[in-house]
């Protein structure tokens, strides 16, 4: 999705598109497209706040004893935020942009930057991106016309800049077909492969239109695998939810979703090529359906309260 302050919850469009090789996200078992007037409910952060990376590998520290370093989520800045990453046991966070967007980080959860589009690539936002950390996602589904909206093309000749950053480098964040033949993210990687470009993982975005947990679950595991299969790189989730976009935008009930968090995050788990994985989203509202963790003052949902669980210590 976007880093536009509050943008529509186009992402929701973006996650949708990896619908999946499996036939999975869209209700009737294929790849699903992006709705955005199915998604104006939805609020996202703007593209000015920008996540810190904190990397791959990181112990994390503090209240929570052993984080998961792969578990995380995208936000933006709510009340209480602060104390709703702390509560969820992550151990990083995105917010779309190159900084954390007027969210104070907890103590051993790190920050992850990210290039939204091709207007963040200016030297006042790469300072920013080099100063949040050694890891960076980079330009959020531009195969969406809502979101950045970018041809291969004019990714390639951005790349180089992102190159001399020295950070890790994600893939593009497509919406969906990330496992197709001549899609948009095999078109970037045979670009940059033969330009001898550098990306060290791949980012892709799921949403799932079948509510039926372990269905959902195999649909996204598919995805991954094929998108893994295909080119043997690691993989960043940095965006998936259950959400059911079409006419009319549909969400399970906030206890299916709650089993799709418990179910999908522990498959993710062991998947050795998933580095990283970030729930869309943490801050909850009466217009997101139930996919938000938290709402105002850190009270955490139904499925806030499933994503709590996850690798949470034994009390």
Not at 100 to 114: A, D, E, N, Q
Not at 146 to 159: F, G
Request: proline share 7%.
């Amino acid at each position: 999705m976007s880093t536009r302050s509050r943008l529509p919850l186009r992402l929701a469009a973006t996650v949708l598109a990896v619908g999946c090789a499996a036939g999975g996200v869209a209700g009737a078992g294929q790849a699903r497209r992006p709705h955005p007037a199915a998604l104006a409910a939805f609020a996202r952060p703007a593209q000015a706040a920008r996540p810190t990376a904190g990397s791959a590998a990181g112990a994390a520290g503090s209240a929570h004893q052993a984080r998961n370093f792969k578990k995380g989520v995208s936000a933006w800045a709510f009340p209480g935020v602060r104390s709703a990453l702390a509560q969820s046991g992550v151990h990083w966070y995105y917010t779309w942009a190159t900084g954390p967007g007027g969210i104070s980080t907890p103590r051993g959860v790190s920050f992850v930057p990210m290039i939204w589009g091709p207007g963040s690539v200016t030297a006042a936002g790469l300072r920013q991106a080099r100063q949040a950390g050694h890891v960076l996602l980079t330009f959020n589904e531009p195969d969406m016309g809502s979101q950045s909206n970018m041809t291969v093309d004019q990714a390639l000749r951005l790349w180089p800049q992102l190159m001399a950053t020295g950070m890790r480098l994600s893939s593009p964040a497509v919406a969906y077909g990330g496992d197709t033949p001549g899609g948009w993210l095999d078109q970037f990687l045979r670009g940059a492969a033969a330009r001898h470009y550098r990306v060290n993982f791949i980012a892709l975005h799921w949403y799932g239109g079948d509510f039926t947990t372990r269905d959902a679950v195999s649909q996204l595991r598919s995805y991954l695998q094929a998108v893994w299969n295909r080119y043997h790189k690691a993989i960043w989730l940095t965006e998936f939810a259950l959400i059911r976009f079409g006419a009319t935008t549909a969400f399970p009930s906030p206890q299916l979703q709650a089993a799709f968090v418990t179910a999908a995050t522990a498959m993710l788990q062991r998947l050795p090529y998933v580095w990283r994985y970030a729930w869309f989203a943490l801050p909850s509202n009466s217009t997101d359906g139930s996919v938000g963790l938290f709402r105002a003052g850190a009270v955490p949902t139904i499925p806030g309260q499933a994503f709590k669980k996850v690798d949470a210590p034994p009390a």
